[in-house]
């Protein structure tokens, strides 16, 4: 009998237990026993063993954050110091927060790829410019922080040229290759940043003649330890590498994005490295924070994928625009200076501030008796790190693909530690614990270290925890002063463009949705105008997203209504030109196309329009304005309540437009067309 339970059946069917009176029914001891097995099986400790001793796993490659697919860290440029460099610490440094190992990067093409446009090198054919845009910058400061830092750019979109009118790349597979190297040797010429991998086209089909091309055209030029990823989707690609010698030896990485932790055979049987190139995409509260410490065990355990990485580094764009706060922190107000970290920062911690890139897994790793999983992973000199999660379903749900039914219970947990770990006698521990009922949370906390006994120690898992376990003594959980309170975007906000050498070619806080807006000296003019803001792109680009038809850049606050905006204006194209001021801009991204607000727009013809959306279909008024292209115009918008009205150069030139909708939304300027048109003094004033 359990626990030491002596019983005899009574004549009457009962089980008499020893002691007067102590009586029980057959039915509630059958109900005690269950119990107590139950009991026993639980909380007796499940064995695991990590041994090295016939060999090792795969080779890990790290973990890293991407910038880019697009704009995501279009904020964080503008933030004053010390809060940006406080950021880029928490992201990069190591031993102090995230301390990634790898920073993936957009390689800019002009066009819409997710949250904003972001600036091509060469946004003509004749064109060459490597200091246009963040991501330079971005990848300098990484290097500063950590000089082993794994760099990789990747193209979402091309400027028009590259396909030559198409709205493809690959026709023309040598000026792609030549587009893409150009940037790769920009990034060293100029920046001193060795670029360690390069991908093809994200997420859409790739094109097996171009990666050989541009493999080729890598050797030819000296860079053949730049490394090809491919194909930044589905794991499709491994078919053609099982079956291609000359694909095979062009690709370094099989490449995947959001593979809900599980690889394919052909994956599998090409013995290339294989990676999560692109993860994670979830709201950055502890729900997200729980999927990104699911996945990073579990993309090994399930897929043996070796890296993965963020989509997003950094949620440093304005919160309305698609997938806000999709990062590992948040830095979305460069105007107040306030920025999160939030709990994906931590969970990163426990993995990368205890290994790096070129430690191996072992091979014993894998799932949790009760739920969870526990990857180990070792230097080879001697020093081992565990990290082990028991994140529940419904904590730690990512935005894709949809997640398997499965569950998670409190388990006690032996460890088993054998081969040249087993002479070990102690290891640090770092844990993180969500707690959902109190928000009561504990992140990236030490612990006192643990003490084994003959090669072995216990652990008591509950749900939702991280523990890390490790021989390394240098974890830590850095820190800065709280910075500023959280702010809404300035209720008047003015910028003249006056900037001779600015360290940015974007203006402060516009985002670009589609086109280009870039500092510009304009040397024609003696007057007022000699620095202004110029949109650049004349050429739809090959592109990733919906772009809109017309150029837009967005400003301010979303839920913005009431405003006055005033900018000088000056229409490049005879004609044909056009140019818009905006009010209550409710969409941006991949919705940009369908953005609806108040748009006023005036034309080279010398005529002028009032619409609904950015399309120009939904007219609210319309008429002659004596407008032409190579002369300075103000323009006025002035929105109140349900009504709208205009100013040209200080005088009333309609008025009472009656507003059908939106009831709030961004500032904007933009373009009828892709065409040169420049603005200054920009002035909003939200009431």
């Not at 020893?18 to 057959?26: A, I, K």
């Not at 860079?223 to 989707?233: R, S």
């Not at 928000?439 to 006994?453: A, C, D, R, T, V």
């Amino acid at each position: 009998a359990p626990i030491g339970i002596v019983s005899a059946l009574s004549p009457a069917g009962e089980t008499v237990l020893p002691g007067p009176d102590r009586r029980m029914h057959f039915r509630d001891f059958i109900i005690l026993f269950f119990y107590v097995c139950h009991c026993l099986y639980s909380c007796a400790a499940q064995s695991y063993v990590l041994d090295d001793k016939y060999g090792l796993g795969r080779t890990f490659d790290g973990i890293g954050g991407l910038s880019g697919g697009g704009a995501t860290s279009r904020l964080l440029v503008n933030y004053p110091e010390p809060y940006r460099s406080q950021i880029l610490d928490y992201l990069f440094k190591p031993n102090f927060g995230a301390s990634l190992h790898i920073l993936k990067v957009e390689i800019g093409g002009d066009a819409q790829t997710t949250d904003g446009t972001e600036s091509s090198h060469m946004h003509y054919k004749d064109d060459e410019n490597y200091f246009r845009g963040y991501e330079w910058w971005l990848m300098k400061e990484a290097k500063k922080r950590n000089p082993n830092i794994t760099l990789i750019g990747l193209p979402w979109a091309f400027p028009g040229w590259v396909g030559s009118g198409k709205n493809w790349p690959y026709d023309f597979p040598d000026i792609t290759a030549y587009y893409v190297v150009s940037w790769i040797i920009g990034a060293k010429q100029y920046h001193d940043l060795d670029i360690n991998y390069v991908g093809i086209w994200n997420e859409r089909k790739f094109d097996t003649k171009y990666i050989k091309v541009l493999r080729e055209t890598l050797n030819r030029v000296g860079l053949n330890k730049v490394g090809i990823i491919a194909a930044d989707g589905d794991w499709g690609i491994s078919n053609a590498v099982l079956v291609d010698v000359y694909l095979n030896d062009a690709v370094q990485i099989i490449g995947a994005h959001y593979p809900g932790t599980l690889t394919v055979s052909e994956a599998l049987m090409s013995d290339k490295q294989l990676w999560s190139s692109e993860d994670y995409s979830t709201f950055n509260d502890d729900v997200g924070g729980g999927c990104w410490a699911r996945i990073l065990n579990q993309n090994y355990v399930n897929g043996r994928m070796t890296a993965t990485i963020s989509w997003n580094l950094i949620a440093s764009y304005y919160e309305e625009l698609p997938f806000g706060r999709d990062g590992l922190m948040t830095a979305e107000e460069p105007w107040s200076g306030n920025y999160v970290v939030e709990s994906p920062i931590w969970i990163t911690a426990h993995t990368t501030q205890f290994t790096q890139p070129g430690w191996t897994y072992l091979q014993t790793v894998g799932h949790l008796l009760n739920g969870g999983s526990y990857v180990a992973l070792t230097d080879g000199l001697g020093n081992l790190t565990i990290v082990i999660e028991t994140m529940t379903h419904d904590h730690s749900v990512c935005i894709r693909p949809p997640l398997p039914a499965f569950n998670v219970s409190a388990q006690n947990a032996t460890f088993n530690l054998k081969g040249s770990f087993s002479s070990l006698e102690m290891l640090q521990v770092w844990y993180s614990r969500f707690d959902f009922k109190t928000n009561k949370s504990k992140f990236f906390q030490k612990l006192e270290p643990i003490k084994l006994s003959r090669g072995s120690f216990t652990l008591n898992l509950n749900v939702d925890e991280v523990y890390t376990l490790t021989t390394l003594k240098t974890g830590n959980k850095g820190t800065y002063p709280k910075p500023p309170d959280s702010a809404p975007f300035p209720k008047q906000y003015k910028d003249n463009f006056n900037v001779r050498n600015p360290a940015f070619t974007e203006a402060p806080d516009f985002a670009d949705q589609t086109g280009v807006f870039e500092y510009f000296i304009n040397m024609t003019d003696p007057g007022d105008h000699v620095f202004t803001l110029r949109q650049v792109v004349t050429q739809r680009p090959v592109t990733w997203a919906t772009d809109a038809d017309q150029t837009i850049s967005i400003i301010g606050d979303h839920a913005w209504q009431n405003i006055s905006l005033t900018c000088d204006i000056y229409i490049e194209t005879p004609e044909t030109g056009g140019v818009f001021v905006g009010g209550r801009v409710n969409k941006g991204g991949g919705s940009v196309r369908d953005a609806k607000g108040i748009f006023f727009w005036v034309f080279a013809d010398g005529t002028y329009r009032v619409t609904n959306d950015i399309s120009g279909n939904i007219v609210m008024a319309k008429g002659l304005s004596g407008t032409r292209a190579g002369v300075w115009h103000t323009l006025t918008l002035n929105i109140e309540g349900d009504f709208a009205s205009g100013l040209l150069n200080g005088y009333p030139l309609w008025k009472n437009a009656t507003i059908l909708g939106p009831s709030n939304g961004w500032a904007a300027i933009g373009t009828s067309t892709f065409e040169f048109a420049q603005f200054d003094n920009f002035y909003v004033n939200a009431n």
